[in-house]
């Protein structure tokens, strides 16, 4: 990466709402784990364990930093399933297999949709303009802001 890249990510990550560094890191857990599944078929096990682990650290901040206090039944699913994709990318890890990392791929996926839509609706309550369609397609389709380096 050169320095006007590396300037660019750094810009960008310090001028994010909190909402959007979630974000960011979604759309980092989800392209790590994609080139983690190309490793595997590439048969590249250094890479592979590399973006695993580069994987498990997003997903596990994402579990330290849950805040039980606010809606406690939530934060513990959330723990529960953060729990079980760490377990799916250790198996996917040890036993060289892409199968449970497509799946922790669809569930991170989805989770940042879920995510995205529960974000623009909170500000579209907080600005008033909540039930007018913000996108041209109507729908929350994954887009990610920025890759995540």
């Not at 909170?122 to 920025?146: I, M, Q």
Request: hydrophobic content about 40%; overall charge negative.
């Amino acid at each position: 990466m050169n320095g006007y890249t590396n300037q660019y990510v750094a810009n960008s990550v310090n001028a994010a709402s909190p909402e959007q560094l979630m974000l960011m890191l979604y759309d980092g857990a989800v392209r790590f784990i994609s080139l983690a599944i190309q490793a595997i078929d590439n048969g590249q096990i250094d890479k592979r364990a590399y973006y695993i682990n580069k994987t498990s650290a997003i997903v596990s901040e994402f579990a330290a930093t849950l805040d039980h206090n606010q809606d406690a039944k939530l934060a513990e699913d959330l723990d529960a399933l953060y729990s079980y994709m760490l377990g799916r990318m250790m198996e996917a890890n040890l036993k060289n297999k892409t199968e449970p990392l497509h799946e922790v791929k669809t569930m991170l996926s989805d989770l940042r949709a879920t995510w995205a839509q529960a974000i623009e609706i909170n500000k579209e309550k907080k600005s008033g303009t909540a039930g007018t369609d913000t996108t041209s397609s109507g729908t929350n389709a994954y887009r990610p802001l920025v890759a995540a380096m």
